[in-house]
């Protein structure tokens, strides 16, 4: 096939409009967590961008899209070091983009993937023992579920045909349940429920919000990997469900606690965006509209869970991108159209039956279940063996000078 020009200008944008997600999500948490641990929250991203591109590289990409071994579960291995690929090209008849173009744009997803789950163990992780969880998670949990999803002969895409447009499972209800089990297994902050722990830096936070808002059209509108009718749906879509979940967000906050805050709409914004991802491709603007607004209402409730459930999800991975990833893959089901996309199917609101409901529900049961079992084993191993979580002296003293010899701010010098 011969390769599309414009196709592959946007799909090499958007690889690096979504590589830029991850230092907006290093900027992101860094603010959101005490000023003692800035520095070890922004290693956690960048070291998931240099751990999985190389993973990526080795053999992670070729579980993931390679040719199926069997039962949509897994790819081979015939991708090892990216053989077979440098030369190759992949898309639809007419738009055609190199297999380089799409190994690029699916790394970035990976990275920022793993990267999340960084927030649900904020102030008490071992770096080290980070690194070796990144390697794990990578090879064990995201790379088959990226198959599952995400390659035509995948079990989720392929054979159950559910809708997931841009990673409402492998991104979203992924992250979301991984970090929960990482929460259990580390346990809570010294001073959980007792002692106040906001954001030391909203004007960080706010701009990690931008950036990955900026960054997210190219995580939802690259996704068809094409430039086309299909990316600009995707791309309207993604602007006005992230700016509902703002205002829902800031409204549920202003009417439960008389004020509306910064944190919120930052919040707000990535629940929003989160929410639309599997959906982005599928619904229409106003679809988009509803499913924001009810984003960041219910991402706005589920952050306090854990107060009420007793988990100390440190930056509230599980409230924003597992409950907003489900938000987006169960309203699929719902208001789907295909007059948004002919590619997708008729949700139960526009065709009168459950069928796509049904198959959206049992994509997120499944990935909801193999991640969190799967992440629980990964972590009781790693605190088992070389200990996941740090000495109570030093989360006391601070992850960033005890494990990194530096701190954020060098006040007074």
């Not at 520095?39 to 751990?51: H, K, V």
């Not at 526009?350 to 959206?360: A, H, T």
């Not at 279940?369 to 990964?378: D, E, K, P």
């Amino acid at each position: 096939m011969a390769i599309n020009a414009g196709d592959t200008a946007w799909v090499l944008a958007s690889g690096a409009l979504v590589l830029f997600m991850t230092p907006g999500l290093a900027i992101f948490y860094g603010g959101m967590v005490r000023a003692k641990s800035t520095l070890n929250m922004m290693m956690m991203s960048f070291s998931a961008m240099g751990i999985t591109t190389i993973l990526w590289t080795a053999y992670a990409y070729s579980l993931a899209f390679s040719k199926d071994v069997g039962h949509g579960l897994l790819g081979n291995l015939s991708h090892i070091g990216l053989a077979g690929t440098i030369d190759s090209v992949t898309g639809a008849p007419g738009h055609a983009i190199p297999e380089l173009a799409f190994v690029m744009f699916q790394m970035t997803f990976a990275i920022i993937t793993v990267a999340l789950l960084s927030g649900a163990i904020a102030d008490r992780a071992k770096f080290s023992a980070w690194i070796i969880f990144v390697i794990a998670w990578i090879t064990i949990v995201y790379s088959p579920v990226a198959h599952w999803a995400f390659a035509s002969d995948g079990w989720i895409y392929g054979k159950l045909h559910a809708l997931d447009f841009a990673g409402g499972t492998v991104v979203e209800i992924n992250s979301g349940a991984a970090a929960l089990a990482l929460a259990l297994v580390l346990g809570k902050r010294e001073g959980f429920k007792r002692d106040r722990m906001r954001p030391h830096n909203m004007p960080l936070v706010l701009l990690g919000a931008g950036m990955l808002w900026f960054g997210w059209f190219g995580f939802n509108a690259g996704s068809a990997l094409a430039a086309n009718h299909t990316a600009a749906l995707a791309m309207i879509n993604t602007q006005i469900a992230t700016a509902a979940a703002v205002l829902s967000w800031v409204g549920y906050e202003k009417i439960r606690e008389g004020k509306a805050t910064t944190l919120g709409a930052a919040s707000g914004a990535i629940a929003g965006a989160v929410g639309i991802t599997p959906a982005c491709g599928f619904v229409t603007p106003l679809g988009a509209l509803l499913i924001g607004l009810i984003a960041g209402a219910v991402s706005a409730y589920g952050v306090s869970l854990k107060y009420k459930l007793n988990y100390d999800d440190s930056l509230d991975v599980v409230g924003v991108h597992g409950l907003s990833g489900l938000v987006g893959m169960l309203s699929i089901g719902f208001i789907a159209t295909l007059k948004a996309n002919s590619a997708g199917a008729d949700g139960l609101f526009i065709s009168g039956s459950p069928s796509l409901l049904g198959k959206q529900a049992i994509a997120s049961i499944a990935v909801l279940a193999y991640s969190f079992i799967a992440t629980y084993i990964i972590a009781t191993i790693i605190q088992k063996t070389i200990g996941f979580r740090v000495h109570r002296d030093v989360e006391i003293e601070g992850v960033d000078t005890a494990i990194h010899a530096e701190s954020a701010y060098e006040l007074g010098r």
